[in-house]
């Protein structure tokens, strides 16, 4: 009589407690099989008192025979009196049984405690790919080395990347100018080297011939366009001599003129030529002093 009495007092006390008994949350499965491994997603949904307060479990809750993977809200839902919350839960499992249950409970707080309250149990259906009694089959063993294909490392790759680029960017900060000066001198000499070597070729042809004499003044004009960055084989002899204030310069070009355009005569043009050579040469080393120089 007196444990009614006390059962009585502790209803009218608490009338969470009856609340409790009319709460109901409901929990299914997103499917009704499952293999090893997979994800599975168990939706769970409450109503509820709007001013209650209510926790779902966390990754600490034991989901046996699952295991938590993850978990999602949707947003609550609420009228007047009624706030409707789900969550779902993103579960796996390892356990061999075939049929798995599960219930997740949800905990009202009342007065600085908890009530549990559990949702209906379902259930699934643990599809396994092999279906022979292991024992029975005919496994064999083997120690033979097997080649795996390796992952190819991307994040070292991009830290390699990364110190390439920095070290680029530090070697032309620091030494920029003294390489560039380095590659210019290399790409002039390369260039000279060429010239002289041609340049005596169509020198060695002889000049019987002011097209041959032309000839070979247009390759002289051409080394020197790309060595001074003037436009050499655009411009007349008079403009020529007007850029290069040498006296001894001047003859030299317009005797040549005078021996393609006048009366020709290939007597001196050797000499005449060698002239031009000789110029060209001295452009180059004033060339290879300027950079050296800078």
Same mark, same amino acid.
Do not use: C
């Given at each position: ?37 997979e994800h599975v997603n168990f ?56 049929i798995q249950k599960l219930m ?36 064999? +063993? !083997? ?8 992952? $190819?490392?991307?994040? =070292? /790759?991009?830290?390699?990347? &990364? #110190? ?43 000049? +019987? !011939? ?8 247009? $390759?002289?004009?051409? =080394? /020197?366009?790309?060595?001074? &960055? #003037? ?40 000499s005449l030529v060698t002239q ?19």
């Open positions: 009589m007196y444990k009614l009495l006390i059962l009585y007092g502790i209803l009218l006390l608490d009338p969470a407690i009856i609340l409790a008994q009319e709460i109901l949350p409901r929990g299914y499965f997103s499917k009704d099989t499952i293999q090893i491994g939706t769970l949904i409450l109503d509820y008192p709007r001013q209650m307060e209510v926790l779902f479990p966390d990754s600490s809750y034991d989901y046996s025979p699952f295991e938590f993977v993850g978990k999602s809200y949707l947003s609550t839902i609420s009228n007047e009196t009624i706030s409707n919350d789900s969550v779902v839960f993103k579960l796996t499992t390892f356990n061999l049984d075939s997740i409970p949800v905990f009202l707080i009342t007065q600085g405690d908890s009530i549990r309250i559990d949702s209906n149990p379902d259930s699934l259906w643990l599809q396994l790919l092999i279906t022979e009694n292991i024992d029975s089959l005919n496994v064999q +063993e !083997t120690i033979n080395y097997q080649k795996v294909s390796k992952a $190819f490392n991307y994040p =070292y /790759l991009l830290i390699g990347l &990364g #110190l390439l680029l920095l070290i680029a960017i530090l070697v032309g900060v620091f030494f920029g100018k003294k390489i560039k000066s380095r590659f210019n001198l290399y790409r002039l000499k390369r260039a000279h080297l060429k010239f002289l070597e041609k340049f005596k070729l169509l020198q060695n042809e002889g000049f +019987e !011939t002011s097209k041959k004499v032309e000839h070979l003044l247009g $390759f002289w004009k051409a =080394y /020197l366009e790309r060595l001074d &960055g #003037l436009p050499y084989t655009k411009l007349t002899t008079k403009e020529i001599v007007t850029i290069n204030q040498n006296k001894e310069f001047q003859e030299t070009l317009r005797s040549i003129d005078s021996s393609i355009y006048g009366e020709f005569s290939h007597a001196d043009m050797n031009l050579m000789e110029f060209g040469i001295d452009r180059y080393g004033q060339k290879i002093d300027d950079i050296k120089h800078v």
